[in-house]
């Protein structure tokens, strides 16, 4: 079956780095954008970052841009998240999830992982 797993996710401080890792089994992973969003409590959940297929074309959400970089390694069917410069605003649980478009509007994503907790805090 489908199955995406978030991994990497703890606490920093603020100004640390993280990398978080989503590994995809039961599709063909190279058919599928690949998105991260995140949930803050008490918030809507909303898109972060999202990886096309093919020529890797990437997109970031204005509030992460030029901190995090979404990367894709076909081979291991596994996409990234590098998240540098981590501020307090960066917590939330964040996940992965997979869709057949270019977009960060979650309706379009299917197959959800379970998420992993990134807490920034001194």
């Known amino acids: 079956q489908v199955q995406l797993v978030e991994s990497g996710g703890g606490l920093v401080q603020p100004g640390g780095s993280m990398r978080l890792s989503c590994a995809a089994s039961?599709?063909?992973?190279?058919?599928?954008?690949i998105g991260w969003f995140r949930q803050a409590p008490g918030k809507e959940r909303e898109g972060v970052s999202y990886?096309?297929?093919?020529?890797?074309?990437?997109s970031y959400a204005d509030s992460v841009k030029g901190r995090f970089t979404i990367s894709r390694d076909d081979a291991k069917n596994t996409v990234y998240l590098q998240m540098n410069s981590l501020k307090p605003e960066d917590t939330a649980v964040y996940y992965c999830?997979?869709?057949?478009?270019?977009?960060?509007?979650?309706?379009?994503?299917?197959?959800w992982g379970q998420g992993t907790q990134v807490t920034v805090s001194s």
């Open positions: 999830a997979r869709s057949g478009i270019h977009t960060l509007r979650l309706r379009y994503y299917d197959s």
């Open positions: 990886i096309s297929v093919g020529d890797g074309s990437t």
């Open positions: 039961g599709f063909t992973f190279s058919y599928y954008h």
